[in-house]
C-alpha cells in the first residue's frame, strides 16, 4: 500500500461544468406531458489535488452525493467532464470504467445497507479482490484481508473475519467498509456522510482513522457531510453547495473562519464554539427553500438572503476570486462584511 508522494499542483481529480439532471416524468407519461428537470448538480467545477481532502458541505438536497455518485458514474452524468489523472471518465467503456473504479472506491453513509448481511467480514473485504482476480492463491487472499483489517484497527484480524455485519457495532462495520474499499488500494475515496450515524466518541475514532490512512497511504478524499464541524477536521479545502450549485470554495481556515457567502455565513454561524457558546451573530436564513424543478431566476438564495437586492432576481452570480484560491459566487462578494 505504498504511495508516490504528490508534486505540487499535481492535479488528481477535475470536475468541469458539471450537470446532472433527473427528469421527473418518466415512462408513457413522458410523451404527454412538457419534460421538466430537477436540476441535482448544476454547472460545477473543482479540482483535488493528490494527497489532499475536499469537503463539499451543505444542507440536504444540496448535490453533495450526487457529485460524489457521479464522479464514480454510479448516476448518469447529464453534461460536463471527470478528468482522473487527465483522462476524461465519461468516455469509458463500461470495461475501462470497471477497471479504473479500483482506484476510485466509495464508503457509503450507513454501512449496515451497504455491507450483504449474508457475508463475513471475510467475504466483504476479499470480494474486491476476487471480483477483479488479484490474488489467486487463498493463502495471499487472507494475508491481504488481514493487512486490510489491521490497517482500520479491527484487531486481531481473526477475531473481526467470521462475523457478520449486524455481529458489529457501528463503527466496527464502518472500519470493515473502509478496509473493504482499501483491499484495491485506491488512489481517491469518496467518503459519503461516513460518520453522520456514529455517536460523538466513535465518529472521533473514524475521523482520526481517516486521517491517519490519508497521511500513511497518500489517500485523496472527497469528503461529503452536512457537519461543518467534521468538514474543518479533516478537510484541507471546503467547498459549500446549495441547490445544486457550489457557493464557496477554499481553504478551510479561510471559508469557516472568514466566510463571504451569505450562506455560508449562515452555516457557520450556528456552530457552537469550544466554550459550547453560539457565536455573537446568529444568523437564520428566512423564507423558502425554492423548488428544485422551478429554481427562481437570478441566485437561488434570493428567497431567503437577507442581503438580496435588485440584481440578485435578474443575473445569476459567476464565481469570483476573492482571495488566494478562494471562490464565491455572490454579486456583493467583494464588499461582503466578515463575521
Not at 406531458?33 to 430537477?38: A, E, I, N, R, S
Not at 453533495?64 to 469509458?92: C, P, Q, S
Not at 455573537?280 to 423548488?291: C, F, S
Not at 437577507?306 to 454579486?331: D, K, L
Amino acid at each position: 500500500m505504498k504511495r508516490v508522494e504528490p508534486r505540487e499542483n499535481d492535479v488528481l481529480l477535475s470536475v468541469n461544468s458539471l450537470k446532472v439532471y433527473f427528469p421527473t416524468v418518466t415512462g408513457v407519461a413522458a410523451l404527454f406531458k412538457k419534460p421538466q428537470y430537477l436540476k441535482a448538480v448544476d454547472d460545477i467545477n473543482f479540482e483535488i489535488k493528490r494527497g489532499e481532502v475536499l469537503c463539499l458541505v451543505g444542507e440536504s438536497g444540496s448535490g453533495k452525493t450526487t457529485t460524489g455518485l457521479a464522479i464514480l458514474r454510479l448516476v448518469d452524468v447529464t453534461d460536463g467532464r471527470i478528468l482522473f489523472k487527465g483522462e476524461n471518465i465519461l468516455n469509458l467503456e463500461k470495461k475501462q470504467m470497471r477497471r479504473l473504479r479500483s482506484k476510485m472506491q466509495i464508503i457509503f453513509q450507513d454501512p449496515y445497507e451497504s455491507l450483504n448481511p449474508r457475508m463475513t467480514v471475510f467475504q466483504i473485504v476479499s470480494e474486491p479482490l476476487r471480483v477483479n482476480r488479484l490474488v489467486r492463491e487463498y493463502t495471499h487472499l487472507v494475508d491481504r484481508v488481514k493487512t486490510a483489517l489491521r490497517s482500520v484497527r479491527l484487531t486481531p484480524p481473526e477475531r473481526f473475519m467470521p462475523k457478520f455485519p449486524h455481529e458489529l457495532s457501528g463503527g466496527e462495520r464502518q472500519r470493515a467498509s473502509l478496509a473493504s474499499a482499501l483491499t484495491l488500494n485506491p488512489e481517491l475515496i469518496v467518503a459519503d456522510e461516513p460518520v453522520s450515524n456514529l455517536d460523538v466518541s466513535t465518529k472521533a475514532e473514524v475521523l482520526n482513522l481517516l486521517a491517519k490512512l490519508k497521511r500513511e497511504l497518500k489517500l485523496t478524499y472527497l469528503f461529503i457531510t452536512h457537519d461543518i464541524a467534521d468538514a474543518y477536521y479533516i478537510s484541507d479545502r471546503i467547498g459549500v453547495m446549495y441547490l445544486g450549485k457550489i457557493v464557496e470554495i477554499g481553504p478551510k481556515e479561510i471559508v469557516v473562519k472568514d466566510p463571504v457567502h451569505p450562506y455560508t455565513k449562515a452555516l457557520i454561524s450556528v456552530i457552537p464554539t469550544p466554550s459550547g457558546r453560539m457565536r455573537t451573530e446568529r444568523i437564520i436564513l428566512g423564507g423558502a427553500v425554492p423548488d428544485p424543478v422551478n429554481l427562481p431566476p437570478g441566485c437561488r438564495l434570493n428567497t431567503r438572503c437577507p442581503q438580496v437586492a435588485e440584481i440578485c432576481f435578474n443575473s445569476e452570480p459567476e464565481m469570483t476570486r476573492v482571495g488566494p484560491n478562494h471562490f464565491v459566487a455572490c454579486h456583493f462578494a467583494k464588499n461582503q462584511p466578515t463575521l
